[in-house]
């Protein structure tokens, strides 16, 4: 069964970074491409950052670009978002998702994290 455990957020202030953590487990990944998304109280939930298992090839959102990094441990099966500079609009519950297909829509994923609240405070 596949899992998808991330941890890493919090409070922060406006500035400051935090380091995002998705554990995955239950299957072999090497095909599969593992996205971040996020979703704010009353807004849809929004692509942040992919990275393709096998060649580490990676795609990030606009409103993240510069500030945001994404980046796998393939020994450890786990995927980190680095994000920096951070504003009190990247306020969200933060969900990492895994997929054959991936991109910029949750469409292309199949599995999908609990979730973990990122808070910055302004």
């Known amino acids: 069964q596949v899992q998808l455990v991330e941890s890493g957020g919090g409070l922060v202030q406006a500035g400051g970074s935090l380091r995002l953590s998705c554990a995955a487990s239950?299957?072999?990944?090497?095909?599969?491409?593992i996205g971040w998304f996020r979703e704010a109280p009353g807004k849809e939930r929004e692509f942040v950052a992919t990275?393709?298992?096998?060649?580490?090839?990676?795609v990030s959102a606009d409103s993240v670009k510069g500030r945001f990094t994404i980046s796998r441990d393939n020994a450890k099966n786990t995927v980190y978002l680095q994000m920096n500079s951070l504003k009190p609009e990247d306020t969200a519950v933060y969900y990492c998702?895994?997929?054959?297909?991936?991109?910029?829509?949750?469409?292309?994923?199949?599995?999908w994290g609990q979730g973990t609240q990122v808070t910055v405070s302004s």
């Open positions: 990275v393709t298992w096998n060649t580490g090839s990676t």
């Open positions: 998702a895994a997929g054959s297909y991936g991109g910029r829509w949750s469409s292309g994923y199949d599995y």
């Open positions: 239950g299957r072999t990944f090497s095909n599969y491409a």
